[in-house]
Each structure stands twice: as C-alpha cells, then as structure tokens.
C-alpha cells in the first residue's frame, strides 16, 4: 500500500488531461481557527509569485472557517501545497451542485469519475457533513458513499489512529452538495523537521507560522524600518517557534522537508511537474546566502526541553544539509529567563543586539504548576520585556513581538505591565483554547501609547 503506481493508459491520460490539467479547479483551503486573514495572505502572495506561472486568475475568498479558491490551475494549488505555512489542508473540489434526497446523493456520488483521484495503492478516510440537510443521518451518508467507493481503494478505514492516506469529505448543506479530497493527506502543519515533541500539546506548525507572519506585519506597520537582527525565543520549549521563523526567513518551503503529501499516490499526479517545483524550492531558498547574518537565541529553564531542542535542531539541520544548504547558528541556553543578563549575553557573544523579535509561549495551567500565581508570572515577562527594551532603545533599536495568553487574566496582567509599547490583540483557538495574542513592539518616543485591537473571528 501507498506505492505510487505509474499510469500506462493513453485514453485514461487524455481524460486526465482533458478534466483536471485542461480545466481550472476549485479548492477548499482550512487553516488553524481565527487566523484566516493571515493564512489568505500567504495564499496571494504564493500566487501572486508563482514558480510556474498560470494563466488563470484564480478567485480567492475568506468564509467562516474554511478559504475558497476557484479558477485556479492544479499545478498551483500544488505550488500552494509545497509552500504553503500557514494553511492546514488543501482540498480539491471533485464535485458540487444540487442533490436531492438519498436517490440524489447515490447519484452524484456514482456519477464522479474515482479514477482519476483515487486507486488500489491508497487506503481511504471518509467523514460526511450534514448539518441542516433533510436527507438523512450523517452515519447513512458516509455508509453509502463507502460503498461507492470501497473498489476504487485498497480499504476504507475509520477511527482516531487510522493510517489513512487521505480523506474523502462530502459536505450536504440543504440540498447543495460539496465532495472533496485532500491532496496533504496527513494535515500539513506535521512538516516533519521534528524528531522530538513536547510531552504536553505543543503549539501547531501551520498556527505558530501565522503568529509569526502576523506580528512582523503589525511591527513593520508601526515602524516602516524595523528587520529583525536578533531573534530570542524565551520558553523555546522543543523548537517551534526557531524552526517555523527559520523556514520563513529562509524560504525554506516545506516541501524539503522528507514527508509525503496524498497527491503523490493519486492517479493524476504528475511527478516531472512536482520534481520541477521541488527544483524550484531549492533555488529559491535563502539558505544558500546567508548575509544578514541574524543572531538566534532560544532559552528555557528546562533541561529535557533543552534537549529535546538540541535534538530537534540536529533534526532540522540534517535535513538542511540533504538539501545543500546549511543553517544559521543558534545558541540554545538552559537558563531562567527571567535571571537573564541581557546586556552580558550579548557582549559576550560579540554581538550587537540590533532590532529585536521575541515570539513567547509561556507555560501556564499545570506546566506551571498548581501553586504558581500564572497572572504574576504573565506580569513578570512584562516586566523583563520592558528591561529588555531600554537595553535596546539606548541603541535607537524596537523590541517587537508577541505572546500567547490562555486566558483574560493573563493577558491584562501583560497589557497592564508592559510599558512604551503599542499593542494589539487578536484570538485563535488551540487544542480547544480560546488563546489571546498580545502584540507589541516598542515604542521609541517613549510615550507610553498603549492600545488595544479586539478582533473577531472571521
């Protein structure tokens, strides 16, 4: 199972070029909740900059929880599928329109052509949304569209640790009916860079990458010139926030990463194209030219987290270096950071600290520990960002950055201790977590102009 299997059929390839290379698609893009408008983003600039140029002016529009793309040539929504960080999965759209009743719903599924998407080489997840349709029960659907397509695989599979190799979604709103597959198969914030996680629930790929791409918008917005020199990443845990702004800086697409992505068992992948765009990836990458020369700094009082870092980074650098390229250095530090000695680090690193980023994920709840006080320990990182901001301030130099709340206590002790410094605010949700974003970035006049920016999810 999961051996690509090439095609030998001339009739079968005309219809393959004819439906799905010949016709502009439409997909369906998720993204971690409430970071839409970052993840849309990503998304224009991708195609605005593609490396194999369409024709097609593709359509993009943000819903409620989910982005739709229509007009858009597959070999885009491929070049979305390897570059893409921000997005969670990427949908092709098989077929939708209208679908009356059971009868209705047994014909539009039969009548799709699952040759060309699927084969015996792929084993098949299947979840089926109906909400606010009159057909019948979700379990009915998903019994009967299992059975229409149980031949075309080598098994349908169900259940939390399924090894599936992608997933079949037939969404029934009403009568209007909406079936797509997954051409990431396994969601695409698993990059596979780490060989090591946290033992409590890390912070996601795809949402950590947002918070990053969102934070250095909001500080170039109030400082035209403020470029990152330094990045120091307190709390660093296993890694996620080094390896996720080390792949954007360095356009480092996840496609060079060694994991595999649902298109590559379909019938009408295409693997000349996909070497193509992979080739692509690897002149594109910044790796090579390494002339910023920006200084990275990861702390955390935790030696199995240290480790597990180490690990991780030695992880990240072999895979680096299949690709021929070599990672900038990184000075991992078993430390408090609340004891740190800024100024003393950095002299003793012969370096200047320049302009600042310093993305925080800080324990809370029971990584804290059940007697801390988490709203004096939220205060304090206020407090130690604010000495670090005078520190750099005195070289005409921003700290900027962001930090995750878990809840409103802590995220008003932050905003109420953090001094000289704009603010925004923004919610996403992880691991079930309402969790509040605080966004600053120093304010060099000196005023103390504090602000608050509520956004609603989209």
Known sequence: MNEMIPIKNDKFEKKIK????????????????????????????????????????????LLKNTIRIDKIHLFAAVELLMRSQCLTDIRLILWEGKAFGKSGFIKKCTDISW??????NMSLKIRVNSIASKAFH?????????????????????????QETTTLYADLYKERLTVSLSL???????????????????LREDAAACCIAKSLKFAKDCNKHFTPNTVLIPFSGTGTFLFEFLIARYV?????????????????????????????????????????EIQFYCIDNSSSARDALLNNIKFF????????????????????????????????????????????????????GKDADSVAFYANI??????????????????AGFILCPNEETWSAFCKSITHAKLDTYHFTQGGIDVRVCQFIGDLSGSDTKYRLELVYN
């Open 382 to 399: 206020a407090k130690k960002i604010n000495a670090i901001s005078l520190h750099t301030q005195n070289s005409g130099k921003s700290v």
């Open 138 to 162: 979700e379990s009915g659907l998903k019994e009967i569209l299992s059975g229409i397509v149980k031949d075309s695989v080598a098994e349908v599979v169900s259940g939390e640790d399924s």
């Open 184 to 202: 990431a198969g396994m969601p695409l914030y698993k990059r596979g860079y780490r060989g090591v996680l946290s033992e409590s629930a890390p």
């Open 252 to 292: 480092f697409s996840p496609v060079l990463f060694e994991r595999n992505y649902a298109l590559q068992f379909m019938p009408f992948f295409r693997e000349k194209n996909f070497n193509y765009l992979k080739k692509k990836a690897q002149e594109h990458c910044l790796l090579q030219d390494q002339k910023d």
């Open 18 to 61: 004819k439906n799905i290379y010949g016709k502009p698609q439409s997909l369906i893009i998720t993204f971690p909740a409430g970071l839409g408008a970052i993840a849309l983003d990503e998304i224009y600039a991708i195609l605005n900059d593609l490396w194999f140029k369409q024709d097609n002016n593709s359509q993009c529009s």
């Open 317 to 368: 650098e072999e895979t680096v270096k299949k690709n021929g390229f070599q990672l900038p250095n990184q000075l991992v530090i078993n430390d408090d950071f609340f004891k740190l000695d800024v100024a003393k680090l950095f002299a003793d690193q012969n370096s200047e600290m320049g302009n600042l980023f310093m993305p925080l994920n800080p324990p809370y709840g029971i990584r804290l």
């Open 115 to 120: 040759d060309m998407y699927l084969n015996q």
